[in-house]
């Protein structure tokens, strides 16, 4: 128990050293009896909420094999205390962290916005000292060409920057299952 405390808090420094321009991703595999209407799910659902976190998705098995799987999105800010909370609600049977760093991607989106928005200003100025309709279609068709492609990556670094921002964690709550006594 003391190696697994020690692992636990040597991922999260790993993972706080490297939150600007990294994501995070973990996956809990929580094992517990799960109470009537998924009470430990409802839990995990008030531990996120409470860090400005939200349920991303929810599936649910109460049949055979009883099982809860949830999906979190948790502000870098609050993920060791959510996680923490998380592994108390039942023993863990599995744990990984798993980072994907997006810094070359956005490195590379923010030069390509920069160069983008240059030759966009560019086409602006042709545009203003352009001289008949056929040059002034064509510097218009390949301003608003440029002006999408900006949209565009602006959107995409955006979208790693909501990455980046809340970290993604999966639990997986399974009802423990009664062993057979020994004969």
Known sequence: ???????????????????DK???MVGLLIERHLPPGDAAAERARVLVTEADGYVAQQSADLEEGRHVTITLRVPVAAFDDVLGGLTGLGEVLQRELDTQDVTDQVVDLEVRIANTEVSAQRLRELLAEADGVLNLL???????????????MKGQLQVLRDQVDLSTVTVRFTEARETDPEV
Not at 1 to 17: I, W
């Open 1 to 19: 128990r003391e190696l697994y405390d020690y692992r636990m808090r040597a991922d999260s420094m790993m993972a706080q050293t490297a939150w």
């Open 22 to 24: 990294h994501l995070a």
């Open 138 to 152: 064509a510097i218009e068709t390949e301003l608003t060409n440029r002006e999408t492609q900006i949209e565009q």
